[in-house]
């Protein structure tokens, strides 16, 4: 196992999607770095401000918390692989464990490294049982949704519900429930006539943070 870590970069890069993709980020960043910690030197700074990136952290603070793991791991390799192979074991309850949540909790972290407005308006549980249909058809997610959401800014209104269309779209996937309609596709209702018009109402806050 140690010579894995120390060798694989393959096993490496799928440990850190692993921990990014299914721990909240003040759990998933100091398991990330413990796994960079143990690889390659030559890719400590790139990969270490790649996973700054996904976890919208400043890069300085992700690399800053590398120090600790490089030394940890430089004083007793021994121990500190011994610890990867306990962190395994967690890794695989963990998997056994994402069966039992709801979709909305189990794509969360994965979302959040996408674009942070994704899991905080009304869209999210959409687009999380549009990528719960899409896993289960063999989609690759992990790759096609951070593609769609870069082909062109994602509607700052809805981007849950844009991101899920472009899903939707792309994949031409079956759709196993009903879909929500896009606001876009609602029927208008008519425009009141003169001696009919309504008393204008407050509109709501739909900025998502602007």
Do not use: C
Not at 109 to 117: L, T, W
């Amino acid at each position: 196992m140690q010579d894995l870590l120390t060798h694989s970069h393959t096993l490496a890069r799928t440990l850190v999607d692993e921990r990014l993709n299914h721990l909240p980020p003040g759990q998933a960043l100091p398991a990330a770095l413990a796994v960079i910690a143990a690889g390659d030197d030559q890719r400590w700074t790139r990969r270490t401000t790649d996973i700054a990136r996904r976890l919208h952290l400043p890069a300085d603070v992700a690399l800053t918390d590398l120090l600790g793991h490089i030394t940890t791991w430089d004083r007793d390799r021994p121990k500190a692989a011994a610890t990867q192979i306990a962190a395994g074991q967690d890794t695989r309850a963990r998997l056994t464990g994402l069966t039992t949540l709801r979709a909305e909790e189990r794509w969360a972290p994965f979302a959040r490294q996408i674009n942070r407005a994704l899991i905080t308006g009304y869209g999210w549980p959409m687009l999380s049982d549009t990528l719960d249909q899409a896993d289960r058809h063999g989609i690759d997610v992990y790759t096609v949704l951070p593609a769609l959401a870069n082909t062109q800014p994602l509607d700052r209104t809805a981007p849950a519900t844009d991101l899920a269309y472009r899903l939707i779209a792309k994949t031409n996937m079956p759709i196993e429930a009903p879909i929500t309609r896009r606001p876009s596709q609602q029927r208008i209702p008519p425009i009141p006539t003169a001696g009919h018009a309504q008393r204008p109402t407050r509109q709501p806050n739909t900025s998502l943070g602007r």
